[in-house]
Each structure stands twice: as C-alpha cells, then as structure tokens.
C-alpha cells in the first residue's frame, strides 16, 4: 500500500490485492483507516464499506475466472468527497442498463451494482486501465 503525500486536490491510497476472497478484507481496513483522516460518520463508514466490498467482489468473482490476477483499488480523499476505484486485468464485463433504479440491475450479478449506485453519488463503469479488464469509479460526497 503507497500513499501520495497531501496535495491541493487530496490524499490518494492505493492498495493491490491479489484476486482472493480473503484479501477483501484488506481494502476495508485501508477504508476505516482513511476514515480517521477525516471523521466520516459509522453510518457513512459502513455504507461505504459495503459498496466497497461489492466492487471487490465483481473482480474477485468475476475477472479471473478462478485463475490467479489481482485488483487494483485506490482512494482519493478530498475537501468534499471520496473517490473509489477499483480495478483489475481480466475478462471485464457489460453492466445491464445504465440507469440508477434499472430493474435488470436487480438480477443476480447485477444487485452488487444497484447496491453501490444506491449508496454512491456518482458511480463510472468502463474498461481496465491497461484495455482489458473493467474499473469500477465511485464518488461519496462528504
């Protein structure tokens, strides 16, 4: 885990984890670390580790196909908001719908989505930084 000094814009933390259900818990921590930075309320903090937990278990479950890879998570921290992004190299994926409250987002697979797009105000899904893969970006203004 590295940590960029204090900018204008922020504090950014990046943290990789290998694609493994275990290593979730690693993110979290890095979370309610950040948290302390910046008194974020139990309700905020638990909110956001839930959306947290949900975009690392897409790529945890999903990238790899239960082969070996890792996921790339940063968070930003700023006067107003937090940025998360999550990210990882492997198969991506098409999100069904793009609208906040789609009821196909609903469908199995897809209500990790609809419960970060629920507790996020801004939330970004496109391809990994490297062009395979997907990331995952999400904004909680505080």
Same mark, same amino acid.
């Given at each position: 885990?590295?940590?960029?000094?204090?900018?204008?814009?922020?504090?950014?933390?990046?943290?990789?984890?290998?694609?493994?259900?275990?290593?979730?818990?690693?993110? &979290?921590? *890095?979370?309610? /670390?950040?948290?302390?930075?910046?008194?974020? $309320?139990? @309700?905020?903090?638990? %909110?956001?580790?839930?959306?947290?937990?949900?975009?690392?278990?897409?790529?945890? &479950?999903? *990238?790899?196909? /239960?082969?070996?890879?890792?996921?790339?998570? $940063?968070? @930003?921290?700023?006067? %107003?908001?937090?940025?998360?992004?999550?990210?990882?190299?492997?198969?991506?994926?098409?999100?069904?719908?793009?609208?906040?409250?789609?009821?196909?987002?609903?469908?199995?697979?897809?209500?990790?989505?609809?419960?970060?797009?629920?507790?996020?105000?801004?939330?970004?899904?496109?391809?990994?930084?490297?062009?395979?893969?997907?990331?995952?970006?999400?904004?909680?203004?505080?």
């Amino acid at each position: 885990m590295t940590a960029n000094g204090d900018t204008d814009l922020g504090r950014t933390v990046r943290l990789t984890i290998p694609a493994k259900p275990e290593y979730i818990t690693l993110s &979290r921590l *890095a979370l309610a /670390g950040l948290s302390r930075v910046r008194a974020f $309320s139990d @309700e905020t903090l638990a %909110d956001l580790k839930l959306a947290l937990t949900e975009a690392c278990s897409n790529s945890v &479950r999903h *990238a790899y196909n /239960g082969g070996e890879g890792h996921v790339d998570i $940063s968070f @930003e921290l700023r006067d %107003d908001r937090l940025i998360v992004e999550v990210a990882d190299d492997g198969t991506g994926f098409e999100p069904d719908g793009d609208a906040k409250g789609d009821d196909e987002m609903l469908t199995e697979g897809g209500l990790g989505i609809a419960i970060i797009r629920s507790i996020a105000d801004e939330v970004e899904i496109s391809g990994g930084p490297s062009g395979t893969g997907s990331r995952l970006r999400f904004v909680k203004l505080l």
